[in-house]
């Protein structure tokens, strides 16, 4: 099933062992080994599973020669990243809590009480006249105050979650009792998402800092992911198929692991050259195995 010089590295500690004489046997290299720097070679398969890790150039610990001062540099550097994402928690409460609003705001956008002359009336009409149309004075002014609440364009600026192409494409969503549910529709859905991407970010710098000890580049990768898998098309509408940040960096890392395909033979080569001497045609190659394998799948 394995062939000699295999290897495979252990995502949660990143011991790499070798498959030797018919086991697998450790290799002496450690995501952390006697360096205390993840080596090239770790780091890739490390992403491979869907987490984020800087480059051995971008990583600060890699430059540093000395053991002690490394360590005590991680230390602060995690204590410093653990404090800035638990300041941003509440943020990433306040978007899980909008995505149960934008649920109630689905539910009213369905009772047609938005949308054409009575919803227009509602939206202009004075609180004590609101609801003489479809909808009851307290749906009516329910609606209105999601809507506030609920416009991403209030508050995903300078939360770093979307791209730039994205916050811009925000600004232009609206939705509200003088909407009609189609409008409207959309206009939550691009809310709710960019509420999930408040709570993905947190997600992905959780694992970040995890993975790496420090916080720094965590915004640069993130954004990098973002700007690949924008919310929004060209035409201003929500992507189908958009990637989880995880899979976008696990199939850049796999594509990394792949072998490289050998270069094509030089055209013009006779038909004789290519044959063995004597007439026989060379031994078709067997198919090499994948340097790397996924540790999960090895036997216990």
């Known amino acids: 099933m394995y062939e000699e010089g295999q290897t495979a590295t252990n995502p949660k500690t990143g011991q790499q ?8 046997v450790n290799n002496g290299t450690t995501a952390q080994a006697d360096t205390g720097v993840m080596s090239p070679q770790a780091r890739i398969e ?22 002690k001062q490394r360590e005590m540099a991680r230390r602060t550097a995690f204590t410093s990243g653990d404090k800035t994402l638990q300041a941003d928690s509440d943020t990433v409460a306040a978007s899980r809590s909008n995505l149960a609003l934008a649920r109630e705001f689905e ?11 009575s919803g227009w009336l509602n939206s202009n009409l004075p609180s004590f ?64 998402m ?31 992911y973002a700007s690949a898998e924008p919310i929004f098309d060209k035409k201003g509408n929500i992507r189908a198929g958009r990637r989880s940040w995880s899979d976008y960096f696990a199939s850049r890392a796999q594509a990394a692991l792949q072998p490289k395909k050998a270069a ?33 799948s090895l036997p216990e």
């Open 129 to 192: 006249l609101q609801g003489a149309g479809p909808g009851t004075q307290d749906e009516v002014q329910r609606m209105s105050m999601l809507t506030s609440k609920l416009a991403p364009q209030n508050r995903l600026a300078g939360t770093g979650a979307v791209s730039d192409f994205d916050a811009k494409q925000f600004l232009k969503m609206t939705g509200g009792l003088d909407k009609n549910p189609e409008v409207n529709a959309r206009y939550i859905q691009a809310a709710r």
């Open 107 to 117: 539910e009213l956008n369905s009772r047609g009480i938005t949308g054409g002359l």
């Open 194 to 224: 960019g509420d999930q991407a408040v709570i993905d970010r947190q997600a992905f710098r959780e694992a970040f800092l995890s993975a790496n000890g420090t916080l720094t580049g965590a915004d640069r990768m993130w954004q990098e």
């Open 46 to 67: 490390l992403q491979a599973s869907g987490i984020p890790v800087l480059r051995q150039e971008a990583d600060p610990f890699s430059r540093m020669t000395d053991p």
């Open 264 to 296: 094509p033979a030089p055209a013009g080569i006779p038909l004789s050259q290519t044959r063995m001497p004597g007439g026989g045609k060379p031994a078709p190659k067997a198919k090499a195995a994948a340097r790397v394998v996924d540790f999960n």
């Open 17 to 24: 062992v070798i498959f030797r004489n018919g086991q697998w």
